[in-house]
């Protein structure tokens, strides 16, 4: 008889289902034996890196028999300045998902819950659920986060409050009068973590800063990342901004080096690089008109998005298959299921010819 090691297991970790991320792109060549796959299934930026970056990840390539700054002075000395902060107000994260396992880890547990919006990034319910404590799940609005309703179902009990803005896989944002109210409401024992993964592609004139509201919510933590528009998916570097005093905390259990030296050097090339940001956010556009334009043409409703990517509905409600008949033509999106968005798929904002394809392959397949 072998040892029954799930019994054994953190209750939380009993309940888990891992992350499914996007189907890489090696994975359907040996699947399938395709030869042009077109990847719009994670969110990642289509520019490739930046030049820069590259450079900067060669430069210290021959320092990789050290342990990187567990510390990262430099780069939170060129993220505070970006940002008009004290270093004492970053915690580093290997990936922004990292610093959401962070304050889970810190503020939850058994007996207590955290509140979070139906349809939203699914890391959320993963980190609560691996602390063994309470995911309380507000009904979306409109796809969107209902903040009003997510304010009132705090409870004593609540440690955490996680809001995406803009939200994925909706795309759907918040603006800055409604997350006041949402901040004026909710009592100071309540972390809420506002996630800004996409914060750099968002013009909207009422999109709030988050970083900007720290100074008069001492419970707020502000997430942002490398990943999207800065397009260092690959290398796992995200941060969070909050009160000198909540980065202690999140310091104290933050593994000793989660972020590598490559990481931390490509960060700091990446913030040097303003023409890729700029770059990005304009092909981003552009793309986002692309995809709305074609989905138009092919009847099909989607969700307005200001992120880097794009939720539309499959007539007939069949996503599932679409998705597979997409892999077939080549082209990965994301079905969203686990999102409870069972007859939507994500596609991610490509360059233009990788739209095309995309617009092309699904004309096809329906
Ligand atoms: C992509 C994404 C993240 C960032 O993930 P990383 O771990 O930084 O790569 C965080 N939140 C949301 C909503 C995202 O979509």
Redesign the pocket.
Known sequence: MSCDFLALANAGVQGLSPYQGGKPIEELQRELGLSHIVKLAS?ENPLGPSAAVLEAINSHSSDIHRYPDGNAFSLKQALSSLLTIESAQLTL?N????V?DLVAQVFLGQGSSAVISEHS?V?YSLAIQAANAEAIVVPASNWGHDLEAMAASVRDDTRVMFI?NP??PTGTWVDEAALRKLLDKVPEHVVVVL?E??FEYVDESEYPDGISLLSQYPNLIV?R????AYGL?GL???YSVSSPELADLLNRVRGPFNVNSLALAAAEAAIADSDYLLQAKAVNKAGLSQLEAGLDKLGLSYIPSVGNFLTFEVAGGDATACYEKLLHQGVIVRPIGVYGMPDHLRVSVGLEEENDFFLAALSKVL
């Open positions: 969110n994260g990936g922004s998902n990292d959401l990034f890391v995406a939200n994925n996630d993964a996409y997430t990342t490398f990943s999207k998916a796992r570097v995200g």
